[in-house]
């Protein structure tokens, strides 16, 4: 089974048992990162039953990830 990297737009390939790939990931703020990492049950890629507590920590992980590539494609725009 394939599995991306879950930072929007990306299409990169990960292991299950990744959120994102390298780039996406150290974009996370750094208490975020262990935020998810702390909520991780091994095995939870394998029987699709991750806690409430670590998608929400995916989930703002995520959402970081986000704002700073649109503050960036903002910043782009506007500097040309």
């Given at each position: 089974?394939?599995?991306?990297?879950?930072?929007?737009?990306?299409?990169?390939?990960?292991?299950?048992?990744?959120?994102?790939?390298?780039r996406h990931w150290?974009?996370?703020?750094?208490?975020?990162?262990q935020a998810v990492?702390?909520?991780?049950?091994?095995?939870?890629?394998?029987?699709?039953?991750?806690?409430?507590?670590?998608?929400?920590?995916?989930?703002?992980?995520?959402?970081?990830?986000?704002?700073?590539?649109?503050?960036?494609?903002?910043?782009?725009?506007?500097?040309?």
């Amino acid at each position: 089974m394939s599995h991306n990297c879950h930072a929007r737009r990306c299409k990169v390939p990960v292991p299950p048992r990744m959120l994102m790939c390298r780039r996406h990931w150290y974009m996370v703020p750094a208490p975020l990162r262990q935020a998810v990492w702390d909520r991780y049950r091994p095995g939870q890629e394998i029987d699709k039953n991750p806690s409430e507590e670590w998608h929400r920590a995916a989930d703002a992980a995520i959402n970081a990830v986000d704002v700073k590539e649109r503050a960036r494609n903002q910043e782009a725009v506007k500097s040309r």
